[in-house]
C-alpha cells in the first residue's frame, strides 16, 4: 500500500535559552497556563500546539551554571526534530544557555525529510536557525521571537494583541498555514483597524512583509536570489567550531550579523573568528544589522 501522506500541523514552543517566567509578567497574563491557552486560541484550528510545560518553568541560576536541565531540552528539540508531522519549530524568546546543549542534538532526521521544517528565532538560537535551514527541507526565519512583543509594545493590552495577532496571522502565513481560525476570516476582512494595539499589530504584519533596505558601504548588488547566514554574531561564531562548521558554509551566501550591549573588543574577537576561519574570503556580501549599546558602552 502507498504511504500515507504527511501533512505537518505540529507547532512546537521552544523556552530553551530564557525561561517565559518574566515575560509572561510583563504581558501581564494571570499565570503561565493563561499565556500558553492564549497562543491556542490564536492559531488557526489547523495547527496543534506542542511544547513541554516544565521547560517554561525552569529558573535560570547564573551563578550555578544558568540552567539544569539540559538533558531535558536535548530530548525536548530532538522529539520535534525527529517527528514528521513538526511544521514549525518557534523559541519564544531569546537569551542563554542554549549554545551548549548543541552537539547533543540531532539533526540527522532532517536529511530525509520531505515537507518543510521552519525553525524560527533570534539571538541565541541564531544556531537552531542557522542548522535546520542547512538543509533542503529546512527553512531558518532569523526574526521575532514572539515574547519581545511584551517588551517592544506598551501598555500590556496593546502587547498581547500584537502576540495574539502572531500566532493567529503571522506564523500561520509564514509557515503556509493561512491565517486566522475556521470562521473568523470573513468577520476580520469586515473589522477595520481602529485602536492603537489593532494598528501596532498591524504594523508588525507589515514588517514581516517588508522589503529589506539597506545602505552600501563598499562594493556593489546585484539583483537575484540570495541565501543568507548568520545572526546573533557572538553566538554564531562562537558555534563554528561545534557542528555547524560543517554544515554551515559561507561559500557565495551572505553573512547577516547583529548583536546588542558587546563591548567593542568582544564584537572584534568575534569578527576576528570569522576571518580565520577563511569566511570574509568566500562571502559574497556582508549586511549588518543593528549593533546598538546600553548606556555603559557608548
Excluded at 125 to 138: F, H, K, P
Excluded at 254 to 267: F, H, S
Aim: glycine share 8%.
Amino acid at each position: 500500500m502507498p504511504k500515507r501522506s504527511i501533512t505537518p500541523d505540529r507547532i512546537h514552543l521552544l523556552a530553551h535559552a530564557n525561561p517565559a517566567s518574566k515575560d509572561v509578567v510583563r504581558f501581564e497574563y494571570r499565570d503561565l497556563a493563561a499565556y500558553l491557552d492564549a497562543i491556542r486560541a490564536a492559531l488557526p484550528n489547523s495547527l496543534r500546539l506542542t511544547y513541554n510545560r516544565s521547560l517554561f518553568e525552569a529558573v535560570e541560576h547564573p551563578g550555578k551554571g544558568g540552567r539544569r536541565d539540559d538533558a531535558l531540552r536535548v530530548c525536548d528539540i530532538n522529539d520535534a526534530l525527529r517527528d514528521p508531522q513538526t511544521r514549525a519549530i518557534v523559541a519564544v524568546s531569546g537569551g542563554g544557555y542554549f549554545s551548549r546543549i548543541l552537539p547533543h542534538l540531532d539533526f540527522s532526521p532532517l536529511a530525509d525529510r520531505r515537507t518543510p521544517l521552519w525553525a524560527m528565532g533570534f539571538s541565541e538560537m541564531s544556531t537552531l536557525v542557522n542548522l535546520v535551514a542547512s538543509y533542503r527541507c529546512g527553512r531558518g526565519v532569523y526574526w521575532l521571537c514572539p515574547n519581545y512583543l511584551a517588551w517592544k509594545i506598551k501598555p500590556p493590552a496593546e502587547s498581547r494583541t500584537a502576540f495574539s495577532r502572531f500566532w493567529s496571522e503571522v506564523l500561520p502565513e509564514m509557515v503556509g498555514c493561512g491565517g486566522h481560525r475556521a470562521g473568523d476570516l470573513k468577520h476580520a476582512k469586515q473589522t477595520k483597524l481602529a485602536s492603537p494595539a489593532d494598528l501596532k499589530a498591524t504594523d508588525l504584519l507589515r514588517e514581516s512583509r517588508r522589503p529589506l533596505r539597506a545602505k552600501i558601504v563598499a562594493g556593489s548588488v546585484r539583483p537575484g536570489l540570495v541565501r543568507f547566514v548568520g545572526g546573533c554574531l557572538t553566538v554564531f561564531s562562537a558555534a563554528l567550531a561545534g557542528p555547524m562548521r560543517a554544515r554551515v558554509r559561507p561559500d557565495g551566501k551572505w553573512l547577516a550579523i547583529e548583536d546588542v550591549n558587546e563591548a567593542p573588543y568582544r564584537v572584534d574577537r568575534a569578527l576576528a573568528t570569522l576571518k580565520l576561519e577563511g569566511w570574509f574570503d568566500r562571502l559574497a556580501g556582508v549586511l549588518v544589522g543593528d549593533f546598538h549599546t546600553g548606556p555603559d558602552l557608548q
